[in-house]
């Protein structure tokens, strides 16, 4: 028996990062920087107007009031796009558009809102000081300032702020692609019939989802017969495609535990002091991971949780950190394996400004349901027997 911290330690030890990858913008959401990205140039590049309206000194226009406007002729229109190269006189006004270069000889932009509209002439009704409603240049990015760190992952805001210093590719992680197969004779696809001893296959469907809401691809190849040939051949014909191999099933002490069997030599199998979850596997084949998680589908998917995850995180040139935590007061009274670590499915609410998390009525490890209406794992160390409701509880949050 080793504890999970052991396990754990053991494979974030073996994991690599993957080596970086040139990728254009759109191919690299969701990837996670492997360079700093920073701004050739400042952002916005010039004084610019912050709204439609009219450029003026803000001296001319400083005794504008409701009921006794400043008249000012119009000598132009600039637009967003414009060079940049025009100008005003004082006593003179341009009509201005949102983005466009402020022109030279004005410091102050009256928003279209405060005058009469006027396109010959224009009555401002507002005063404003020097300033008003400009966008300097640098004011959201310096020149040379790091706008995305490497060990950024690019979702939305990442993304559009490395386009807007100019940069159409960017040097990446990839994302790490992970071949899923389960193993049992029982297994049947989804939309076949079921004859007697049969149950439709779960379990790769939920780790590939998982294994995207980790950053990952995943690959799922059809289930694989109790024949420890077969297994062993077919993973080898995966490495190609892989970064990573998950198998479930076929790791337990039974007769027909094809993935120990095919796999014993090249994965360490250990009973991991943990329920659910208890017999692990971790291994390297041809130095590509191969985690052999247990079958029992709720086993299957928080050792994916706790031990997969961070791997993938890893792999991603990410701090491989657990699930993001938080703490509980638990509703109700539960009790625990000693020995063991121990993850209880459970909801997670919030109100009154606090956390609370009930515990799932059900905990057996075949019981998807309770899976699928949790929101969170309640986690319960080693050394806990007993803990009462309104005790506080660290609460893996599932991803939602
Ligand atoms: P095993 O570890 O292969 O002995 O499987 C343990 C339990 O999990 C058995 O009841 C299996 O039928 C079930 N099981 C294994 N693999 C899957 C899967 N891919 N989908 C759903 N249930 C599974
Ligand atoms: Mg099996």
Same mark, same amino acid.
């Given at each position: 028996m080793r504890s999970v911290d052991e396990h754990l330690q053991e494979i974030l030890g073996r994991v690599k990062t993957l080596p970086p990858l040139d990728l254009a913008l759109l191919e690299a959401q969701g990837t996670v920087l492997a360079e700093p990205v920073s701004a050739p140039v400042p952002l916005p590049p010039f004084d610019n107007s912050a709204m439609d309206g009219y450029a003026v000194v803000a001296a001319d226009i400083a005794a504008a009031a409701e009921g006794s406007p400043v008249t000012l002729p119009v000598v132009g229109d600039i637009v967003a796009g414009d060079s940049g190269v025009a100008a005003i006189r004082p006593g003179l006004t341009a009509r201005i558009m949102t983005g466009a270069p402020l022109p030279a000889g004005a410091d102050a932009v009256i928003p279209v809102e405060w005058t009469d509209g006027g396109a010959a002439?224009?009555? #401002?009704?507002?005063? /404003?000081?020097?300033?008003?409603?400009? =966008?300097?240049?640098?004011?959201?990015?310096?020149?040379?300032?790091?706008?995305?760190?490497?060990?950024?992952?690019?979702? /939305?805001?990442?993304?559009?702020?490395?386009? /807007?210093?100019?940069?159409?590719?960017?040097?990446?992680?990839?994302?790490?692609?992970?071949?899923?197969?389960?193993?049992?004779?029982?297994?049947?696809?989804?939309?076949?019939?079921?004859?007697?001893?049969?149950?439709?296959?779960?379990?790769?469907?939920?780790?590939?989802?998982?294994?995207?809401?980790?950053?990952?691809?995943?690959?799922?190849?059809?289930?694989?017969?109790?024949?420890?040939?077969?297994?062993?051949?077919?993973?080898?014909?995966?490495?190609?495609?892989?970064?990573?191999?998950?198998?479930?099933?076929?790791?337990?002490?039974?007769? =027909?535990? #094809?993935?120990?069997?095919?796999?014993?030599?090249?994965?360490?199998?250990?009973?991991?002091?943990?329920?659910p979850g208890k017999p692990q596997g971790f291994g390297l084949l041809e130095g590509t991971p191969v985690f052999t998680l247990p079958g029992n589908p709720v086993s299957a998917y928080v050792s994916f949780q706790v031990f997969v995850r961070p791997a993938l995180l890893a792999m991603q040139g990410l701090p491989p950190e657990p699930l993001p935590t938080v703490s509980a007061v638990l509703a109700e009274d539960v009790t625990s394996p000693t020995g063991l670590r121990h993850y209880l499915r459970g909801k997670l609410s919030f109100s009154g400004g606090s956390y609370s998390v009930a515990p799932a009525e059900v905990q057996g490890s075949h019981q998807l349901a309770s899976l699928s209406s949790a929101n969170a794992l309640i986690e319960l160390a080693e050394d806990t027997e007993a803990v009462q409701a309104g005790s506080t509880v660290n609460v893996l949050r599932l991803p939602s």
């Open positions: 002439n224009v009555r #401002v009704f507002r005063a /404003a000081p020097p300033g008003n409603y400009i =966008r300097r240049a640098g004011e959201d990015v310096r020149a040379g300032e790091v706008v995305a760190p490497a060990g950024t992952r690019l979702t /939305a805001p990442q993304l559009g702020m490395v386009a /807007a210093v100019g940069r159409p590719r960017v040097t990446v992680r990839p994302k790490p692609r992970v071949v899923v197969v389960s193993t049992g004779d029982e297994l049947r696809e989804p939309g076949s019939a079921l004859s007697p001893g049969q149950i439709w296959e779960s379990n790769s469907f939920m780790l590939i989802a998982a294994v995207v809401e980790a950053g990952g691809v995943g690959f799922r190849h059809a289930t694989v017969e109790d024949e420890p040939g077969d297994v062993l051949e077919m993973l080898h014909d995966q490495l190609v495609r892989a970064d990573a191999i998950i198998t479930t099933g076929g790791v337990s002490m039974g007769t =027909r535990d #094809v993935v120990k069997e095919a796999l014993t030599g090249t994965v360490g199998f250990h009973k991991v002091r943990m329920r």
